[in-house]
């Protein structure tokens, strides 16, 4: 048992090459059993032998035609006679005749139809009704914007330049000093 962990590889090809060999003579065994290709096979029924050899033509006459250039020309249905074929056949050989279409089916399909459309009408208003809310509610926020974000800068601006202007004379910084002394922090608390 300890030969075959050792070697495994050896156990491997030998055993790929035993298959391959098998393979090939079960192959050579089924080609010598198959007869040749254009060997005719006998039919016991001189119906069906009659026609294998009439489909044998059509096929003939088809490669002869494809081989001469005639392969775009639309090849013309076999109909077999009626008479020939058994009932069950001869249904299925037979043209159908087209069914008439019912006026209550089409009113019907009529009807989905529409129904289909007013479906797809009512989603498309209902889409705009939601694209027109957005629409004012995006206008109110930028009138609500433009209300209150511009207002302070000018404010700030304009405070800052009449507090200037006013420290400008004597009498005007006089009196910015004692507000300060009354109004701010006393002494002892200032840094």
Known sequence: MR????????????????????????????????PPPHEEKSFEDPELAERTRRIREEIQRKIEQRARGYANEQPKPIQPEAA?????????FMEPEPAPV????ASRLEAQRQAEILEQQAAMAE?????????????????????????????????????????????????????REVIGPPVALRR
């Open 84 to 92: 020939e074929l058994p009932p069950v056949i001869r249904e299925i």
């Open 127 to 179: 889409q705009l009704r939601q694209a027109k809310l957005m629409k004012a509610s995006a206008e109110k926020r930028k009138e609500f914007e433009s209300a209150t974000a511009d207002h302070r800068a000018e404010r700030r601006t304009e405070t800052r330049s009449s507090v200037l202007g006013d420290l400008r004379t004597p009498d005007a910084l006089r009196r910015a000093f004692i507000l």
């Open 3 to 34: 030969w075959l962990t050792d070697n495994l590889q050896l156990v491997l090809a030998v055993a790929g090459a035993l298959a391959w060999w098998l393979t090939q003579r079960k192959q050579a065994a089924a080609e010598a059993e198959q």
């Open 102 to 105: 019912m006026p209550r089916v």
